[in-house]
């Protein structure tokens, strides 16, 4: 099974870059429990992911770094 951080990346690398809704989705989808944000901060924190605002909406845009 593969762990959080590669599920994520995996997501990203086939989509090239999804909003937190998005990636809040495809986490409920796999049955994981917790939530998305706290593997998205500790990805974000070993640069492994880029960050981008979606200027004056709610969430974010991510892509591997």
Do not use: C, F, N, P
């Not at 099974?1 to 995996?10: C, F, H, R, V, W």
């Not at 979606?54 to 969430?59: I, Y």
């Amino acid at each position: 099974k593969e762990t959080a951080q590669e599920m994520i990346l995996s997501l990203l690398k086939a989509k090239k870059a999804l909003t937190t809704s998005q990636l809040v989705t495809e986490w409920d989808k796999s049955g994981r429990g917790g939530a998305v944000a706290q593997t998205l901060g500790k990805m974000l924190k070993a640069k492994k992911l880029i960050r981008k605002s979606l200027g004056g909406k709610k969430g974010s845009e991510y892509s591997v770094a």
